[in-house]
C-alpha cells in the first residue's frame, strides 16, 4: 500500500533540497531528478510542493518518462484531498454521430467578404 501525504506536507518540500510534486494524485519526489530534467531543473522546481498535473499533461510526456516516473514514486494523496484526474483521451471524435467538418465551410465567410470587397472596390474605381 502506498504512503499517504496531505497537500499540507507536500507544499513543506518545495526547494531544489527537498522537491515534491503531485501528479494525478500521485506524490513523486523529484530531488534527485532536478540536474536530470531535460527542460531543466527550474521546470520542476516552479511545481515543487505543489501539484504539477496540469503543467505535466499539457507538456504531453512521453511514455518512457511516465515510466521513469515510478523510480520517483513516494506516495500519493490522502483520499479527502485527491482531485479529479483529467481524461487523457482525445478530444477528436471519428463516429458518425456528428456531422462531417468541411474546411470550406471555415473559408466561406472570408472568401464571401474578399469578393464583396473586390466587387465595391472595382465599381468605386470605375464609376470615378
Given at each position: 500500500m502506498a504512503k499517504l501525504y496531505r497537500r499540507e506536507?507536500?507544499?513543506?518540500?518545495?526547494d531544489n533540497e527537498n522537491?515534491?510534486?503531485?501528479?494525478n494524485n500521485s506524490i513523486y519526489d523529484?530531488?534527485?531528478?532536478l540536474n536530470e530534467h531535460p527542460g531543466g531543473e527550474e521546470v520542476l522546481l516552479e511545481q515543487a510542493g505543489r501539484?504539477?498535473?496540469?503543467?505535466f499533461d499539457d507538456v504531453g510526456h512521453s511514455s518512457?518518462?511516465?515510466?521513469?516516473?515510478?523510480?520517483?514514486?513516494?506516495?500519493?494523496?490522502?483520499e479527502s484531498e485527491?482531485?479529479?484526474?483529467?481524461d487523457k483521451t482525445n478530444t477528436w471524435s471519428t463516429s458518425d454521430d456528428s456531422p462531417p467538418q468541411s474546411s470550406l465551410k471555415s473559408w466561406i465567410l472570408p472568401i464571401t467578404i474578399g469578393i464583396l470587397v473586390t466587387i465595391i472596390y472595382?465599381?468605386?474605381f470605375q464609376s470615378h
Open positions: 506536507e507536500v507544499k513543506q518540500h518545495n522537491s515534491w510534486i503531485v501528479i523529484v530531488t534527485a531528478f501539484d504539477g498535473s496540469e503543467a518512457d518518462a511516465k515510466e521513469l516516473m515510478l523510480k520517483y514514486k513516494i506516495g500519493e494523496v490522502v485527491r482531485r479529479p484526474v483529467k472595382r465599381y468605386y
